[in-house]
């Protein structure tokens, strides 16, 4: 299960004064159980790729190949790319809108043309899936419960769908250091435990150095660094020049380094940094 973007270029409000070309002549490929964070600033081009990953958005030029089958070609039904390619979308809880946490979560299955009792296993799995315990919640209101697990509810929704890729638009945006971490480790969860290949798109350099296996970064419609996080880190310069910047302990490391403390340069995490700081001081 892959997804392969072949010269993707995405323009908005083609031939009018507003055109705006969002993306340009991009050329991706995810790989089959991989998490791959998608990070870049405001205005980059994140949504507009990823929305062109389950066939929402048609490229102006350029192919998308998910499982080898190009979804740009006439006849594809999005209903078989949404059964492959799971969407959470940017602030997902805004559109809980059933009674129940169950009946929300059920409610893709269904649209997906699944029986009742089908829809309803999958919304128990969906539930163990993402730590939200089925007897405990299936009957409350998604409406009466904290931001973060408001958010795992909607996650359920798509993982429900049973994808074979989870993309995930900024979702720990707005949540407190705990839900952030919670949800950050129910992805990590899900990738790990499910083999489910993972794309997360994300402002926060500390977020997807915790959990991603390769980063992708965009700048003005272009993917300008593709490469594991111990190679992306170290493009300190590129990666201000396009406005981001590397997580604060690794600005930490490089300072210590730079005053003479013999450390690698591809520390990007406080237990990589911890257990090299633990190094030096059993040697004194
Ligand atoms: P990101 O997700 O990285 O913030 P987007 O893909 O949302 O970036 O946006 C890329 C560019 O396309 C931005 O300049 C944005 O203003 C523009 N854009 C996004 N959506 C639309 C739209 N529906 N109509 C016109 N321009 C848009």
Redesign the pocket.
């Known amino acids: 299960m892959s997804i392969k973007i072949e010269n993707l270029t995405h323009i ?2 083609a031939k009018t004064p ?1 055109e ?1 070309v ?1 993306l340009s002549n991009v050329n991706v490929n995810i790989n089959d159980g991989e998490f791959v964070a998608l990070i ?10 990823i929305q062109h990953m389950n066939g929402l958005l048609k490229p102006n030029q350029g192919k998308i190949f998910v499982d080898g089958v190009d979804i740009t070609a006439s006849g594809v039904k999005l209903t078989d790319i949404r059964k492959k390619v799971g969407l959470v979308f940017q602030y997902a809880e805004y559109q809980l809108f059933e009674e129940t946490i169950e009946k929300d979560i059920m409610f893709g299955p269904k649209n997906l043309g699944l029986n009742d009792e089908e829809a309803l296993e999958r919304t128990k799995r969906a539930m163990d899936m993402v730590g939200l315990d089925y007897e405990t919640y299936r009957n409350k209101s998604p409406f009466d419960l904290s931001g973060g697990q408001k958010r795992r509810v909607a996650i359920a929704g798509v993982v429900a769908m049973e994808p074979r890729v989870l993309i995930l ?1 900024e979702p720990t945006a707005g949540l407190d250091p705990k839900g952030r971490d919670e949800i950050l480790g129910e992805l990590y969860k899900l990738h790990k435990s499910y083999n489910m290949t993972i794309i997360l ?1 994300s402002h926060s350099m500390e977020d997807v150095a915790k959990v991603a296996d390769r980063i992708l970064v ?1 700048d003005e ?1 272009k993917c300008v660094l593709d490469g594991t996080p111990q190679e992306i880190f170290k493009e300190v310069d590129t990666l201000e020049n396009v406005g981001l910047a590397v997580p604060q302990v690794t600005y930490l490391m490089r300072e210590l380094r730079r005053v003479g403390f013999e450390l690698p340069d591809d520390i990007f995490t406080l237990e990589q940094a911890k257990k090299e700081l633990l190094k030096i001081l059993a040697k004194n």
């Open positions: 908005y409000m507003f705006k969002a870049g600033h405001t205005g980059s081009g994140k949504s507009t790729l638009d798109v965009m419609g």
